[in-house]
């Protein structure tokens, strides 16, 4: 968990699937290192910063030689941090980690071309401040919640795909 992903449809065709950020893995590491919490609940502390621009810049070039599709590890963005980011407020640390997590969403969506419908999923979806920032951005946004539970999308997705798995064995048979 912790890595933002994508996958852009073509009617009912996968255009792309891929990683495309570091999700809620940098928030989380720094709301536990700063304040004991295991996430920023609903963006509250994000939203008391500001926006480091030196550290949001350094941040951006760390990952800009990313390409889709791609399989993000941790590891990824946990070697961007440095000492550099001990010396911001931690207030502001969270939001500037939370506007590169949006950013790295918003690249996602413009690189397939702004799709009309965005549906979102995940942990992601309960901070809401990470969500706003989204929503200003690429304009109506939506989660899975009115037909599954956002926590649960990636293990039904899972299960459906054994399923269709397990159809395929009694097929070959």
Do not use: W
């Not at 950020?21 to 996430?39: E, H, R, T, V």
């Not at 030689?65 to 946990?78: E, H, T, W």
């Amino acid at each position: 968990g912790g890595i933002a992903n994508g996958t852009y449809l073509k009617g009912e065709e996968i255009s792309l699937a891929s990683d495309v950020g570091p999700g809620n893995c940098l928030i989380d590491f720094y709301a536990s290192k700063y304040y004991g919490f295991p996430f920023d609940n609903r963006g509250e502390i994000a939203k008391q910063g500001v926006i480091n621009e030196d550290l949001l810049t350094k941040l951006n070039k760390g990952v800009k030689n990313m390409s889709y599709p791609r399989a993000d590890d941790k590891k990824v963005y946990y070697n961007l941090i440095d000492n550099s980011f001990d010396k911001v407020d931690p207030n502001s640390l969270l939001r500037t980690l939370t506007e590169f997590t949006a950013t790295k969403i918003i690249e996602f969506y413009k690189f397939c071309k702004k799709p009309n419908d965005v549906i979102f999923h995940g942990g992601g979806t309960k901070n809401l401040f990470l969500m706003n920032i989204i929503k200003n951005e690429i304009g109506k946004v939506r989660t899975t919640d009115g037909e599954i539970p956002s926590k649960y999308v990636e293990a039904a997705a899972f299960a459906y795909l054994a399923y269709l798995k397990k159809g395929e064995l009694y097929l070959s048979k």
